[in-house]
Antibody, heavy 121, light 108 residues
């Protein structure tokens, strides 16, 4: 069964750091680009960061650039999101999603169930 | 503009057809993908590369694109199609990705 399972969410104080993990199973993880997507309570989807299949190329939204770092360990079939200088507005459900990044196209066809990050004092 | 704009909400009678649109300048250069999100669930890809359906997605879902507008059409809407729908694309720089503002579809 194709599966992505996020972990590492929780309650963290403003300014703190947290590392999210996403464990992949049931597919060739190293062949897929990976993304982090978040959804604040009652809001829409927001793309956060992406990484190419090899890990050589990363992309980040302006809202998290310089604070969040995406990485992957293909030997462990695991995706990471290192988050620092957390703010209240980073409070959201964080999904990992696997897919394809091409020149003219991109899509995410495997999604995890999400992990909740709450930034509050 | 760094946005993809969608109508906030649309309604459709059971069995009828509804079209959801997504507008943004970068859709002239990049294909859109579409995601369905039911309440309390993770998103599901329903259309990719403008007009392709993943396996398992009913053929009542179709996609198209013209100029700066991508469209998702549900032909013969079913009760289970009631959900939020989001488009997604690369932005003008090509270095970031953007979700649309989302459309809530209600099946009457």
């Amino acid at each position: 069964e194709v599966q992505l399972m996020e972990s590492g969410g929780g309650l963290i104080q403003p300014g703190g750091s947290l590392r999210l993990s996403c464990a992949a199973s049931g597919f060739s993880f190293s062949n897929f680009a990976m993304n982090w997507v978040r959804q604040a309570p009652g809001k829409g989807l927001e793309w956060v960061s992406a990484i190419s299949a090899s890990g050589a190329t990363t992309y980040s939204a302006d809202s998290v650039k310089g604070r969040f770092t995406i990485s992957r360990d293909n030997s462990q079939n695991t995706l990471y999101l290192q988050m620092s200088s957390l703010r209240a507005e980073d409070t959201a459900v964080y999904y990992c999603a696997g897919g394809v990044i091409g020149y003219y196209y991109s899509y995410m066809d495997v999604w995890g169930k999400g992990t909740t990050v709450t930034v509050s004092s | 503009s760094s946005e993809l704009t969608q109508d906030p909400a649309v309604s459709v009678a059971l069995g009828q057809t509804v079209r959801i649109t997504c507008q943004g300048d970068f859709l002239r250069n990049y294909y859109a993908s579409w995601y369905q999100q039911r309440p309390g669930q993770a998103p599901v890809l329903v259309i990719y590369n403008k007009d392709n359906r993943p396996s398992g997605i009913p053929d009542r879902f179709s996609g198209s694109s013209s100029g700066n507008t991508a469209s998702l059409t549900i032909t013969g809407a079913q009760a289970e199609d009631e959900a939020d729908y989001y488009c997604n694309s690369r932005d003008t720089s090509g270095n970031q990705f953007v979700f649309g503002t989302g459309t809530k579809v209600t099946v009457l």
